[in-house]
């Protein structure tokens, strides 16, 4: 018997559906894909789920539901400008979109055409008054894991890649929004502070200034944690066996005054409330040793059903691809038979799915009482 053989032994037989990737399916009409967000923010649907039933609200109707002592975490990513447009050194265009930095001027990337770029290939992004290339980089190697390339980048003097990227780069849309008329400042939250994530931490985007202060007036706190969004979030799932998936590391901090804030809801009865499923991995992965402590570094926290909750109460997130690693993370917070019954309603209901669509309210009360366990 194999560990994973075994793993799966030690789960009950009503388990064993959860594990199945195709159990994870579902329809969605690609007219329900948002290609552009509503306008203000928070005018955006919300679907409530509560105990037993559910509700169809709008986003800004959080002022009412949400109670004084709860805590909003929110993750204060600002996505970089990361899909840049270049070119080989022999003139063939590609396309890459960055993901990290791992060591000084050498980043991980998404490349197209990927099977063309290979070790040693030269590429050049934009060019100067002289005609000359604004930044060059080398494929230096494959990365495995990812399906991407490691790239030493080398810039001009007095550079940086992040400062020639907010020059020649673009806001990395998901491939499934094909036709926006989105501006920039859209897919950022309107508390985004920390550059560094290739994808947007989608929940936040439907918070307004104005709505923040309302809830802050109400006597809702609010604490950030960073994590930088990276290919770990958005990798599908493609072993039928969920238990065989591997996350990729996303690095996450967890500051002392977010542990501090989260510790004095607790104890005053007050519910924790993560602000979209990055939210939900910077928290719980900082809390694996069996406390919540402050954190900084990569978790590769993968959370499926059968999951120990050590943190989070409830959860704010949006309507999540087929098959994918964050439809497991809701999943495990409320059984996977009622979210999928969920997106099917929906999906009648004219929702809004993906990034630029509507969102969800999971409370507390919606929880699952799930009887396995992760082992």
Not at 7 to 13: F, R, S
Not at 106 to 118: D, T, Y
Not at 315 to 337: C, D, Q, Y
Not at 350 to 369: C, N, Q
Request: glycine share 8%; hydrophobic share 40%; charged share 20%.
């Amino acid at each position: 018997m194999t560990s994973l053989d075994a793993l799966t032994a030690q789960l009950p037989a009503d388990a064993a559906p959860d594990l199945l990737l195709e159990n994870y399916n579902y329809p969605l009409p690609e007219s329900l894909i948002a290609q552009n967000p509503v306008v203000p923010r928070d005018s955006s649907r919300l679907l409530v789920v509560e105990a037993t039933q559910h509700q169809h609200r709008q986003f800004c109707d959080l002022e009412q539901i949400l109670r004084p002592g709860d805590l909003l975490v929110l993750n204060n990513t600002r996505v970089m400008p990361a899909r840049l447009y270049g070119r080989k050194s022999n003139g063939t265009p590609v396309e890459i979109l960055l993901l990290e930095e791992q060591i000084p001027d050498w980043w991980l990337a998404l490349v197209k055409p990927g099977k063309r770029l290979k070790p040693g290939a030269r590429l050049e992004f934009g060019e100067d008054e002289a005609g000359q290339p604004l930044l060059s980089a080398i494929v230096m190697s494959v990365d495995e894991a990812t399906g991407g390339r490691l790239l030493q980048f080398m810039p001009p003097e007095g550079e940086s890649v992040l400062s020639l990227m907010s020059r020649l780069g673009e806001l990395p849309l998901p491939p499934y929004i094909t036709e926006s008329q989105a501006a920039p400042e859209q897919y950022q939250t309107v508390y985004a502070e920390h550059s560094g994530s290739a994808a947007a931490p989608t929940a936040g985007l439907h918070f307004t200034p104005e709505l923040l202060e309302r809830l802050k007036q109400k006597g809702v706190e609010q604490a950030f944690v960073t994590l930088h969004v990276g290919v770990g979030t958005f990798r599908p799932v493609e072993a039928e066996n969920i238990l065989e998936h591997q996350m990729h590391g996303e690095w996450v901090e967890v500051p002392p005054e977010t542990v501090a804030k989260i510790a004095v809801t607790k104890a005053r009865g007050g519910r924790v409330f993560a602000v979209g499923t990055t939210s939900v991995r910077s928290l719980e992965g900082a809390a694996q040793l069996g406390e919540l402590r402050p954190y900084c570094g990569k978790t590769m926290l993968y959370i499926y059903p059968g999951y120990q909750w050590q943190v989070v109460d409830g959860l704010i997130t949006n309507f999540h691809l087929p098959k994918s690693s964050l439809l497991m993370l809701v999943s495990a917070l409320i059984g996977r038979e009622r979210l999928l019954a969920l997106y099917q309603l929906a999906i009648q209901e004219r929702y809004r799915f993906y990034s630029f669509g509507d969102a969800m309210l999971v409370l507390p009360e919606a929880r699952a009482e799930l009887t396995h366990r992760e082992t």
